[in-house]
């Protein structure tokens, strides 16, 4: 990959893990648990998960997008409790991870067990132009489910 961005990055405990790809393609950064001790989350638990790290994003250019990580889900039911985790470039405290047991079993979380993942992207802040009418499309105002399923 040949798209690099310099992002500031701060451990706010000495057990943190700093961010890592699984592989080269990979697009988002493993995120860990930075816990003291193990955690148990039963079914319909929500909890925040502590990373034990703070990240400064260089402008206002970018956004950091927490996500569910899939085998996580697949294997014990657990994922986001707000669904998209969403990190301002101008916010400064500790990353934290909601996490929600969706599954019928009771889930340990581990210190360093990777619990997330985080996609750094390109943002745009948009300027409204209200009209009256809409280009027209193929689509049209066609939604769920209207191209095949």
């Known amino acids: 990959m040949t798209n690099w961005l310099n992002v500031k990055i701060k451990k706010l405990s000495p057990s943190a893990s700093l961010p890592a790809y699984a592989t080269s393609a990979s697009a988002g950064v493993d995120l860990c648990a930075c816990l003291e001790e193990k955690l148990?989350?039963?079914?319909?638990?929500?909890?925040?998960?502590?990373?034990?790290?703070?990240?400064?994003?260089?402008g206002q250019d970018a956004v950091a997008l927490v996500f569910a990580r899939s085998g996580l889900a697949n294997r014990s039911g657990i994922g986001l409790t707000n669904g998209v985790g969403v990190i301002d470039s101008d916010y400064r405290g500790e990353i934290q991870v909601l996490l929600q047991n969706l599954g019928s079993e009771t889930v340990a979380i581990n210190p360093g067990d990777r619990i997330a993942q985080m996609v750094v992207m390109p943002i745009f802040q948009v300027h409204w132009q209200e009209v009256l009418e809409l280009t027209e499309s193929n689509r049209g105002s066609g939604g769920f489910g209207s191209t095949g399923v």
């Open 40 to 58: 148990l989350l039963n079914p319909g638990d929500n909890v925040k998960i502590p990373t034990g790290i703070a990240i400064e994003l260089p």
